[in-house]
């Protein structure tokens, strides 16, 4: 007698296959950006100055335009803000101010507070024009510092450096010297900046 054996029923769809298998990619690129980007404790301030705590996605450094996501530390419910929703954001040791370059918002990370703020930045097309076209950049994520005295938010510029950054510091006069004589130049732009803040001493 001729047994005929089904099993059809014991075969897996070919569709359910390719859902499993791209399922088990998406997991493994997820679990690999977790490590790469981790989730770290902080707060978003709102617009209305209400502030936001749960645990915020490390993707600094930022380019202009790039938002935050926050996610709620019980429900894990996520939300995600634009540089122009927010005031700003916490995360680590680190704070981040939303402000607006150019015709952009972005977040600039403060590196220095005092009478004197200085924000450093980033510009993730290394191809593109720098803000104000002052050239190239060489290298992608290249760093930018954006400096603010009361009402006065600039870039700080490498070409024409000594002459436009005294200004801001017009009322330190040892200070203004070391800078138009190149004893300090663009690239100590922190110190100069921790030095007027009464930070550092000479």
Known sequence: MKIHQNHSRFAIPISVLFICFFFSISLAAQIEDDEYH??????????EGDTLFGEIRNTTPHAPGDGVMIRDLETKALQEFGP????GYHIGEDTFFSKKLNKKWGFLKLIRDGMVKLYEGRQ?????????????YSETNSRFYMIEKGDVFERVRSSGFRTE????FDDDEKLCEAIKKKQLKYQSIVL???????????
């Open 38 to 47: 981790p989730w770290l404790e902080g707060y978003v301030v709102l617009e």
């Open 84 to 87: 122009k929703d927010v005031l």
């Open 124 to 136: 993730s097309n290394a191809h593109s024009y720098s803000f104000g076209n002052e050239g190239l």
């Open 165 to 168: 950054i005294v200004k801001f």
């Open 192 to 202: 100069i900046v921790d030095l007027y803040n009464g930070v550092k001493e000479w």
